[in-house]
């Protein structure tokens, strides 16, 4: 038996989408640009997927931009507001301190170009709360850039909130999306923000497509030189197979998410559940109800998480312990540090991220071989040096 449940670094593709892009590679190879019938053909599709994009997070199709995927999306929003803001000497970048690599570089890289970039903290819950935000924006703050639901721990963010405060400075807020759309109903109006990034691969597409939303009226300049593809926002032909499939996946998001939220949310339950039950010294990371319902992320008392990953991948079962980027290092998460819980609660933990295709007989494998598997390695692990440090871990 073979279960995935690593959902949060990437999805299987579903075979709408597979039929998608093989149809598109076959007979839509034209360029998009193209006046001529093979590139009105291409372009027809990439309109198409625009518009079904657009309609999944509640947008206009023209302020979508298609780009190579999340981590381009959250580059070209914030290096290209950054960008645009500063004739008008607004310098000050904001984010959170729990934001994925490809926002934290982003801010990392601009800070040594004479930006001045700012870390909101967050408490224990990894909840970015308004106030922080109240605390460190001016004036002449350009962007503030806050994640919807954390790839880690799944928390969700008061997006509506962070969005009203950021615009009464004159700032814009944009969100990394890239976990939350497929996974929550998203509308961009209610939520009142500016710029949006999404990923095709978390929601069942294909890697390397994406999208950032722009709200209308709002200046970006593109961060890619070139030519002057998508409304010269973003240079460069099209990937039109990777976007026809970035379409197919929206439209099926957008039909599914309310369904898929309640099988997910049952079945992250009675995993959760199952393993606070039946493995002592186990807790869970991060705000257990303002959580994206297909992840849970725990804490095993004096089991090395990167030891545990292999044993359950030994036995078939594939899970993460902390974004999929950084793993391979035994580097603690930057998102568990950065909630305030020790070096060794964060080396402990392991994400498990559900997907639509899981089934309740799958979780209660997991269920079944995951106690024999953390006593097993207790028995070879020694105790921490510093047994303040396994309070926390210990409780319930
Ligand atoms: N942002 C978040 C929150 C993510 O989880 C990821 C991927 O793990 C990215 C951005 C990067 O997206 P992509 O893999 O499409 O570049």
């Known amino acids: ?14 075979p709408a989408v597979v039929t998608a892009v093989r149809t598109s590679l076959e007979k839509q190879f034209g360029n998009a640009s193209s006046v001529h019938s093979f590139g009105q053909d291409a372009k027809t599709m990439v309109d198409n997927a625009r518009t079904s994009v657009a309609e999944l997070i509640g947008a206009n199709p023209q302020e979508i931009v298609f780009t190579s995927g999340g981590t381009e999306s959250d580059n070209l929003a914030i290096r290209g ?90 700032a814009l807020f944009h969100t990394d999306a890239v976990q939350s759309v497929g996974k929550l109903k998203i509308a961009v109006a209610d939520l009142d923000i500016d710029l949006l990034s999404l990923s095709a691969h978390k929601f069942n597409g294909p890697k390397g497509v994406g999208a950032l939303w722009l709200r209308r009226g709002s200046r970006l300049i593109s961060t890619l030189t070139g030519g002057k593809q998508e409304r010269n926002r973003r240079a460069g032909t099209e990937n039109v197979p990777g976007i026809a499939g970035l379409g197919i996946a929206s439209r099926l998001a957008l ?33 257990p109800s303002k959580r994206i319902s297909n992840t849970t992320n725990i804490s095993f008392d004096r089991v ?93």
């Open 1 to 14: 038996m073979r279960i995935y449940l690593d959902h949060n670094s990437t999805t299987p593709v579903h």
């Open 81 to 170: 507001v950054a960008e645009s803001a500063a004739p008008t000497k607004r310098l000050q970048l904001i984010t959170s301190s729990i934001e994925h690599e490809a926002v934290l570089q982003t801010f990392k890289a601009l800070s040594k170009r004479g930006w001045a970039t700012t870390l909101i903290p967050v408490g224990q819950d990894g909840i970015v709360e308004p106030e922080a935000l109240e605390a460190v924006i001016t004036d002449d703050t350009a962007l503030v850039s806050i994640m919807h639901a954390n790839n880690e721990i799944g928390t969700i963010q008061p997006l509506a909130a962070l969005a009203d405060i950021t615009h009464r400075h004159g």
């Open 255 to 287: 039909q599914n998410t309310a369904s898929d939220t309640e099988h997910l949310s049952t079945l992250r339950d009675k995993l959760e559940s199952g393993v606070l039950q039946t493995v002592p010294g186990t807790i869970v990371n991060g705000d």
């Open 304 to 396: 090395e998480a990167e030891s545990l990953l292999i044993a359950l991948d030994l036995e078939g079962v594939a899970v993460s312990t902390g974004s999929a980027c950084s793993s391979g290092t035994l580097e603690p998460s930057h998102v568990l540090r950065a909630m305030g819980y020790s070096a060794h609660r964060a080396q402990n933990s392991i994400r498990f991220s559900l997907g639509s295709d899981n089934t309740s007989a799958e979780i209660d494998h997991v269920i079944e071989i995951l106690p024999k598997l953390v006593q097993k390695l207790r028995g070879v692990s020694r105790p921490s040096s510093n047994p303040n440090q396994q309070t926390a871990a210990v409780e319930r």
